[in-house]
């Protein structure tokens, strides 16, 4: 393979892995502080991607057409939106629910999924079909022998980035950061030094829901379009990179969020099958490494969890 | 007299049922403004709980708890932290997987005032220099003294006003007791109201000035260090 295809499909194993990365990091954040699957996860991705949708329709109604100002209305409407709806879920399904079985509460959050991908399917004009997706960003191509460097990939990826450090400064360097660990590590204790555990566990999920927001334009850009099912394959990859990186640990998850991509990618370019396969090729082998490493290749007990 | 009962803690009538196995019934005692008050008991008498009552980590079913004043019966934990409160519970209960510093300062996690904090810190590093050293290593790490001076640490970071100390000699060696008990005095010579709950009889009486028993769930026994040292509720409820 010659370094420009080769070039071409790490930078689309980059982009699916930040997504999957930004999708795990929410699934872990709502285990660490309160040991619960959030399975409606991948669904408030899809629905903030149809929020940042009907923001730009609407804007484009408007008249506004200055793209600076469109894709930061976009981001900012869709992640202030889903952090909206994450703390709503927290305060009303899964707070409730928390001296119930673990089970119910995955029960629930996989219900909601339900009515938030029926919703959208049923309510949004035409929301059963396939929705193109604005290109918000330039989409200008430098060729490089046979790798196009495309500048919205390149700023998204960078975007991407400046999205992780953000949660990894704000988990590790700030007030609100400290406390998430805090509960984390020994809810009571966290209680008994004057946290207020129902606000952290709210703002936990805002975060988390905001950060699939953020993934799901993400994911609209990159293929043009959005639908109402995309929550279901993106859910299930998060959680997935959640788990193989151990459950309940940032870092764990980013690395499982670019792993999963790279098996995909491997899956899609490199072995002899169709590449329709690859995921049928990165799930079996992340089945493989749970054989081999049932709590994760990261485990809890070494790991800092959050 | 009455007025000097307000301020302080004052538990009535309080009922609490936990996991079925650990109950308190019609618990009432006091624990006065500036003084050391101890509860007595054996294991599984229902000590833990009525701190986790006093807490709201488990709220009593019925009866109050009152602190300077204000009813605590009912209000979620941080509000009854807010009031002035800080304990230093039961096994240390460290944040294993945070810094020395990190855990000090999750101690005076309501303390808005970065001044007042950095102050606070270097206050607690004055108490226990050893953790100045270690400021940056895991707690979990620590050895159990060491993690017995961090949650000692944490609880004075709040600068609370009542102090609750659930077993400080749980698992530490007889000189670590000793020492926790001379700096548990010297906590409350700054004028901090202590409620100290104990197994240890002796050293405990040496330093309250006022004692309860509680057996079973029961305050089985109550007045000074010397009634209770002569008591046979005392003996009772220990080797009975």
Known sequence: MDLGLFS?????????????????????????????????????????????????????????????????????????????LGAVIARYLVLPLKSAPALNTLLITLMLGTVLREGIRMFYPEGA????????????????????????????????????????LLINRTKLGLAIRAVAQDEETAKTMGINFNLVVLVTFAIGSALAAFAGIMNGLYYNETNFGIGLLLGVIGFSSAIIGGLG??????IGGFLFAALQTVGAVALPFASAYKDVFAFGVVILIMAWRPTGLISEKVSERV | MSAEIENGLVVEKVHTAYDKADVLEDVSLTAQSGKITCLLGSNGSGKTTLIRSILGLTPPN???????????????????????????????KVFPRLTVEENLRLGAYQEKSPKVLA??????????????????????????????????????????????????????????????????????????????????????????????????????????????????????????
Request: glycine share 10%; hydrophobic share 45%.
């Open chain 1, 8 to 84: 071409q499909y790490v930078m689309n194993g980059l982009m699916l892995g930040m997504m999957y990365a930004l999708v795990a990091v929410g699934f872990t954040l709502f285990f660490g502080v309160l040991d619960v699957i959030n399975f409606s996860h991948g669904d408030v991705l899809m629905v903030g991607s149809f929020t940042g949708l009907a923001t730009y329709l609407g804007l484009d109604a408007l008249g506004v057409v200055w793209p600076a100002f469109q894709v930061t209305a976009v981001l900012a409407a869709a992640t202030l939106a889903m952090a909206l």
């Open chain 2, 62 to 92: 019925s009866g109050r708890i009152v602190f300077d004043g204000t009813e605590l019966t009912g209000l979620p934990s941080h509000r009854i932290i807010a009031t002035g409160i800080a304990c230093i519970p039961e096994g240390r």
């Open chain 1, 249 to 254: 640990n940032i870092y764990g998850a980013i």
């Open chain 2, 119 to 240: 102050d606070r810190l270097e206050q607690a590093y004055h108490t226990f220099p050893q953790l100045r050293e270690r400021r940056a290593q895991l707690a979990g790490t620590m050895s159990g003294g060491e993690q017995a001076m961090v949650s000692i640490g944490r609880g004075l970071m709040r600068a609370p006003r009542l102090l609750l100390i659930d077993e400080p000699s749980l698992g530490l060696s007889p000189i670590l007791v000793k020492q926790n008990f001379d700096i548990i005095r010297r906590i409350n010579e700054q004028n901090i109201t202590v409620f100290l709950v104990e197994q240890n009889v002796h050293q405990t009486l040496e330093i309250a000035h006022h004692g309860y028993v509680l057996s079973k769930g029961r305050i089985v026994a109550a007045g000074t260090p010397e009634e209770l040292g002569r008591d046979r509720e005392v003996h009772r409820a220990y080797f009975g």
């Open chain 1, 129 to 168: 079909n396939p929705k193109p997706f604005p290109a918000l960003l330039p989409t200008d191509a430098y060729p490089l022998g046979n790798f196009n460097l495309r500048i919205d990939n390149l700023l998204m990826l960078s975007a991407g980035l400046v999205v992780i450090v953000g949660v990894h």
